[in-house]
């Protein structure tokens, strides 16, 4: 008995129309006494591709003042397949517990509640993409959207005390 490993020159798929989830091969040999041999083989294809984005870390700056539905980022997910696949969008609300933020099923993060820089100057948002296919194990990608708030001018001065003030102007009498 022989070991024996086989290589393939051409990339399997497993998608359809032209893919299958099971390949099957009949490999003969022939050795030198001239016996031949044969050997099936049936190949299982994993179909279910690793996620991964193309950007992991994501740091923009708004305007506290900035309106709901205002665009922060847009994150894309690839597969090591080189396709784009179906994915659902989500933010760890453990990192918008406020729910200020939302994801739309292109990757957009948008603002959703207003934002207050003297409550919250930066919020650091953990973005998931979820692959669900259906019959296959769910494959999952990680990113993370830094938001920095800027401030505007929005609160008025605010004095301690009153306090008494002389002005003097030189070279006049009062």
């Known amino acids: 008995m022989f070991d024996s490993i086989f290589y393939i020159e051409k990339s399997l798929d497993s998608d359809q129309p032209n893919g299958r989830p099971r390949w099957r091969f009949s490999i003969f040999a022939q050795v ?3 016996q031949i041999g044969c050997a099936d083989v049936e190949v299982k294809l994993n179909a279910s591709a690793e996620l991964f984005f193309d950007k992991t870390d994501i740091e923009t700056s708004v305007y506290e ?15 090591d397949q080189g396709n784009r696949p179906n994915v659902f969008f989500t933010i760890d609300r453990t990192t918008d517990f406020r729910s200020q933020f939302a994801i739309n099923e292109n990757g957009t993060v948008t603002i959703k509640r207003h934002l207050d820089r003297e409550t919250t100057p930066r919020h650091l948002l953990k973005i998931t993409a979820i692959d669900y296919k259906k019959g296959q194990p769910t494959k999952k990608a990680f990113a993370t959207l830094i938001v920095i708030v800027k401030d505007v001018n929005d ?13 003097s102007i030189l070279g006049y009498k009062f």
């Open 32 to 34: 030198e006494d001239g």
């Open 65 to 79: 003042n900035a309106e709901i539905g205002t665009s922060l980022a847009t994150f894309r997910v690839l597969s």
């Open 155 to 167: 609160n008025a001065p605010l004095f301690s005390k009153v306090a008494d003030v002389y002005i």
